[in-house]
């Protein structure tokens, strides 16, 4: 008798807006959740799906020596863990015009750049090449509508949903996409990166900061 082959899985690609997430934990959490594994995280949202990739847009810290450390430390700890799913795409900080208080002293100002054209080119791109059946946006950004919108239109049968990073909203996005959803609070605190870890020669540590 010949074997039944199983039905195959729907594939899913999450797009994570590094600034929205991390923004959203910290208003939230503090620094305690920030050295989240963003890739279990990413699976649980629909597990009976398979992960093919999680893109992480973010932007190098400009001008904080010890933060811009740390980023860099945690991006490299999941490519390391994650090397064929973990994908880190890189936009960059523009200086705006400083605040100026009322005492008269210049406050600096950074804008990220890039992060919201790279994430619509990127869902374009793997809706064009079908290369998903499932999209999962993590950010509250409505910037992402466009390309959502475009993306469905490119593939009719493509699903499309958001997940808010804590405390945020966007009325926008959950009206086109009514599967949008928060986060679980208690998955951003249990699906923790190991506070050590090795991967080959290189050892991986929980920033003291983040603890």
């Known amino acids: 008798m010949d074997p039944v082959a199983e039905p195959s899985r729907d594939r899913m690609i999450v797009y994570v807006d590094g600034f929205n997430l991390y923004h959203g934990m910290h208003?939230?959490?503090?620094?305690?959740?920030?050295?989240?594994?963003?890739?279990?995280?990413?699976?649980?949202?629909?597990?009976r799906q398979d992960l093919v990739r999680?893109?992480?847009?973010?932007?190098?810290?400009?001008n904080e020596p010890e933060a811009?450390?740390?980023?860099a430390h945690y991006v490299a700890a999941l490519e390391h863990k994650y090397p064929h799913t973990f994908r880190p795409v890189w936009g960059r900080y523009q200086k705006k015009r400083p605040l100026i208080c009322t005492c008269g002293k210049k406050h600096p100002r950074y804008?990220?750049?890039?992060?919201?054209?790279?994430?619509?080119t990127s869902i374009l791109t793997d809706a064009a090449l079908q290369?998903?059946?499932?999209?999962?946006v993590v950010s509250a950004d409505s910037d992402m509508v466009p390309a959502v919108?475009?993306?469905?239109?490119?593939?009719?049968?493509?699903?499309?949903?958001?997940?808010?990073?804590?405390?945020?909203?966007?009325?926008?996005?959950?009206?086109?996409?009514?599967?949008?959803?928060?986060?679980?609070p208690g998955k951003l605190t249990s699906m923790q990166l190991p506070d050590e870890f090795r991967v080959g020669a290189r050892t991986f540590k929980r920033p003291d900061k983040w603890r």
């Open 111 to 120: 804008e990220e750049k890039e992060t919201d054209v790279n994430i619509a």
């Open 131 to 136: 290369n998903m059946d499932t999209a999962i």
């Open 68 to 71: 811009q450390s740390r980023q």
């Open 54 to 62: 999680v893109k992480y847009f973010t932007a190098a810290v400009l």
């Open 149 to 184: 919108v475009a993306a469905q239109k490119i593939n009719p049968q493509l699903f499309v949903t958001a997940a808010f990073p804590p405390k945020r909203q966007s009325n926008h996005l959950r009206k086109l996409l009514p599967a949008s959803f928060p986060i679980d």
């Open 27 to 47: 208003d939230k959490f503090g620094h305690s959740t920030l050295w989240l594994d963003l890739v279990q995280l990413a699976g649980s949202f629909r597990p």
